[in-house]
């Protein structure tokens, strides 16, 4: 026979809610962060079956605060975010689980001690920020201006050349050793104000001194201009053109689009259009420009579809000045209203000369097929169109003079090539798509990386449960970062 005590010790988690509080001046908070939600859960029923109270959210009301596996100052930095402004300081206890476990074997609140408390680091300028910085993008916010320029141009031209060498790994490490710095309130002056930042590993810290210390990284400039680098970042400019084909053309002694009119190298209708264009397509497309775009872009979805609605997203949605396209998102509030449109949509723009180059897709997502037996692709679904618009310059007048020397679209009179993609998403996936069109792509990949270690699996068009094994319906983004347990970021802080 299980002793009473034993055998309440075995089953605690499904206890009853009703246990007796018999310490009520004692509110323990369990903090998830490095719990798990599973191991907070048990924790959480073992000290109610002891007459412990335990408060299942944050409140004012808390006087305990337990964590595992997490800093003091991780905690500290939490706590300052659940509290309103300068309510900071007040008398809660930061504890590590030792005072949790000798509590529970003790069947009190055991008498704290300094080897139970959390060491708080006192706050020092730029550290208390470094402490706070959550690993994964979507935790952090990152401006469009920043003030780490000098570094992050460098550690993104080590991204970009790892791409070309087909290295995704090493791309991404950069990448996010870059948007780490482009999250931080001031520029880098010294090593020591990097530590405790994450993402940065050795490779990315070698750089970062090299440049504090020497004004230039002799890694990056080697790489500028490298003839590999080069080489690769002309073929990949070209529309239509990726890392593998540019790595063939590459090897064939191919080194800029130019090579390419006199070779007999097979361009598909894509790369044709590519290098047709290609030296508009290499001036990055203004916010100006991206307006009159999304002007024709409406008067066209409103011709073959009444009520139906356009949103600029992607980088300018971020509040970027210039980009490399245009991004938009149709839908129509009436649900399967939208089926069809993208063709209607491109004949009005074709028969108006407005089109030079397009290709749609259908629309290939199915719920039912998409879950749970398939990882979420980064790719998704849509009906979409890749195109190329013919945008007349009408106001051109109204911006800067090209600078001289400058060629191509600058020499082209009367109107320039714009990349432009329009998406097409059901109403009741709208959410969801703005959120995955909005980017940055880092911000992206981190969201749905987030999403997995939450249990949960993200696209461009749902959020699924895969412990729930159900769906997470969202009307609106704000919801969809609440599901995923995160704090909004704003699109113009997205700019990871
Ligand atoms: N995207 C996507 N599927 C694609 C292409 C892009 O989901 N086939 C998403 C990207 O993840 C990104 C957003 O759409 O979040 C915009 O992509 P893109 O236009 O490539 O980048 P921008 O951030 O808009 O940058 P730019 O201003 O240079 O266009
Ligand atoms: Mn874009
Ligand atoms: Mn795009």
Not at 36 to 49: K, N, Q, V
Not at 88 to 103: K, Y
Not at 285 to 298: F, L, N, P, S, Y
Not at 309 to 317: A, C, Q, S
Request: aromatic content about 8%; glycine content about 8%.
């Amino acid at each position: 026979m299980i002793p009473a005590k034993r055998r309440k010790l075995g089953a605690p988690a499904a206890g009853p809610v009703a246990d007796v509080i018999r310490f009520p001046h004692v509110a323990v908070f369990l903090l998830e962060k490095r719990m798990g939600a599973s191991r907070r859960a048990f924790l959480t029923g073992l000290a109610r079956s002891k007459g412990f109270r335990l408060e299942d959210s944050y409140s004012p009301a808390v006087t305990h605060v337990v964590s595992e596996k997490n800093s003091g100052d991780e905690v500290q930095a939490w706590l300052e975010t659940q509290t309103p402004a300068g309510d900071a300081d007040r008398s809660v206890h930061l504890l590590n689980m030792t005072w949790f476990t000798e509590s529970m074997a003790a069947g009190h609140p055991v008498k704290i001690e300094s080897r139970h408390r959390l060491q708080v680091k006192a706050k020092s300028g730029p550290s208390a920020v470094t402490n706070t910085m959550g690993a994964y993008a979507c935790q952090r916010k990152t401006p469009l201006e920043h003030h780490n320029a000098v570094l992050t141009d460098a550690l993104l031209l080590l991204a970009e050349n790892a791409d070309f060498c087909t290295n995704e790994g090493r791309s991404v490490a950069f990448k996010r050793a870059a948007s780490v710095l482009k999250a931080l309130p001031g520029p880098v002056r010294r090593m020591e104000e990097l530590q405790g930042l994450p993402c940065l590993g050795e490779h990315c810290q070698r750089v970062i001194k090299e440049i504090l210390e020497h004004g230039a990284s002799s890694e990056v400039e080697m790489t500028r201009h490298s003839e590999h680098y080069q080489a690769m970042k002309a073929l990949t400019g070209i529309f239509g053109v990726g890392v593998k084909t540019a790595e063939q053309w590459h090897r064939a002694g191919i080194r800029h689009p130019a090579d390419l009119v006199s070779s007999e190298h097979k361009l598909n209708r894509a790369q044709r259009a590519g290098v047709e264009y290609y030296e508009h397509l290499r001036v990055p497309v203004t916010k100006a420009e991206a307006d009159r775009i999304g002007e024709i872009v409406k008067r066209a979805v409103d011709a073959v579809l009444l009520g139906a609605e356009i949103t600029l997203t992607g980088g300018f949605r971020r509040g970027k000045q210039t980009g490399h396209d245009v991004d938009f998102l149709i839908t129509h509030p009436d649900e399967g209203r939208e089926e069809g449109l993208l063709p209607k949509v491109v004949s009005w723009l074709e028969a108006r000369d407005l089109l030079l180059y397009q290709k749609t897709n259908k629309n290939s997502y199915l719920e039912a097929k998409e879950w749970p037996a398939r990882p979420p692709s980064n790719m998704d679904r849509f009906e979409r169109c890749f195109s190329i618009f013919k945008l007349q310059r009408p106001w051109a007048a109204l911006e800067e003079p090209p600078q001289s020397g400058e060629r191509g679209a600058a020499e082209t009179p009367g109107w320039k090539a714009v990349r432009v993609d329009l998406v097409v998403t059901p109403v009741s996936q709208f959410a969801f798509a703005l959120l995955g069109w909005t980017g940055s792509q880092l911000f992206e990949r981190d969201l749905r990386r987030w999403a997995g270690q939450k249990g949960m699996s993200l696209s461009s068009h749902a959020l699924y449960d895969c412990e729930q094994k159900r769906y997470l319906r969202a009307t609106s983004e704000e919801e969809i970062f609440a599901h995923l347990g995160l704090e909004y970021i704003p699109p113009g802080e997205r700019n990871a």
